[in-house]
């Protein structure tokens, strides 16, 4: 049977909600999700009856960042194999990131490591206020490479720099004060705050909001062919060296890695 890991439901308005749909892994991103949001991505900007998108997660969990199962499969992979896994996940991200229509984060749970990433691509992120985030790669001997061009258009260089590194969990209130989410509210004030963001883009012109966030886009931070593969080859790097598989190995014969105090 083959796993689903993502679902797509379009209201009669045209708003569509896109579903992280692994919620028994924490809606962990495998390499078939990547494919699919890819696929997913480039279906809803072509979609002339979508207005306006809304990136959510099914269970508790908004997205626990990389399948561990599927990292630990590259370390035993050639170099040009994790590669292209890594571009996989950089081609996702920019195609989330460049939609030509609104895309509205709705989050819950936990948002770590590539999850966080998500909700940087997303125009505007809302939170429940229990939410919890962290960028948890360094962690693992790893690095937020492939996500890292977004997180820092959404923060601001001055304000990643409190969190990319440290691998430090934070709430929702400070992930608003970061600039990664827009609000925090209750969990069951969460439907009503994304469809205050929804709501107003259903009076504007699709073809002037679609050539608005192009027009911005290409004045925030340079994120082209040539910032993407810097760090798919940023990543490469970690993965052929000593701390990746380490860090990896450690986690799953739970214990700390050697450079753990």
């Known amino acids: 049977m083959t796993e689903q890991t993502i679902g797509l439901e379009t209201d009669a308005r045209g708003v569509a909600t896109l579903w992280l749909d692994r919620a028994g892994k924490h809606n962990a991103m495998s390499a078939r999700m990547i494919a699919e949001l890819h696929a997913a991505a480039l279906d809803l900007g072509a979609d002339e009856a979508v207005r306006v998108v809304v990136l959510a997660a099914r269970g508790k969990t908004f997205c626990a960042g990389g399948d561990l199962s599927w990292m630990r499969d590259q370390l035993d992979a050639a170099a040009q194999t994790r590669e292209a896994e890594s571009a996989k ?60 061009p977004y997180v820092c258009a959404r923060m601001g260089e001055a304000m ?49 909001v679609a050539r608005s966030k192009a027009l911005l886009r290409g004045l925030g931070p340079r994120i082209d062919d040539a910032v993407i593969e810097h760090t798919i080859r940023e990543l490469a790097a970690c993965w052929a060296g000593e701390e990746a598989p380490e860090g990896i190995t450690a986690f799953f014969d739970g214990r700390k890695p050697g450079w753990a105090g």
């Not at 460049?98 to 749970?109: A, C, D, S, V």
């Not at 590539?114 to 985030?133: N, P």
């Not at 720099?161 to 992930?175: N, P």
């Open 89 to 148: 996940l950089a081609h996702m991200l920019h195609a989330l990131n460049t939609l030509p229509k609104p895309l509205i984060g709705r989050l819950q749970g936990n948002a770590f490591g590539g999850g966080v990433g998500l909700a940087s691509v997303c125009d505007v992120a809302i939170g429940a206020d229990h939410l919890c985030m962290a960028l948890t790669e360094t962690r693992l001997g790893l690095i937020p490479a492939t996500i890292g």
């Open 160 to 208: 990643a720099r409190r969190v990319f590194m440290s691998g430090r969990r934070f709430g929702a209130a400070e992930a608003v004060g970061l600039g990664l989410l827009a609000r925090a509210v209750p969990a069951e004030e969460l439907d009503k705050a994304v469809e205050a963001e929804v709501e107003p883009y259903l009076h504007c012109a699709p073809g002037a």
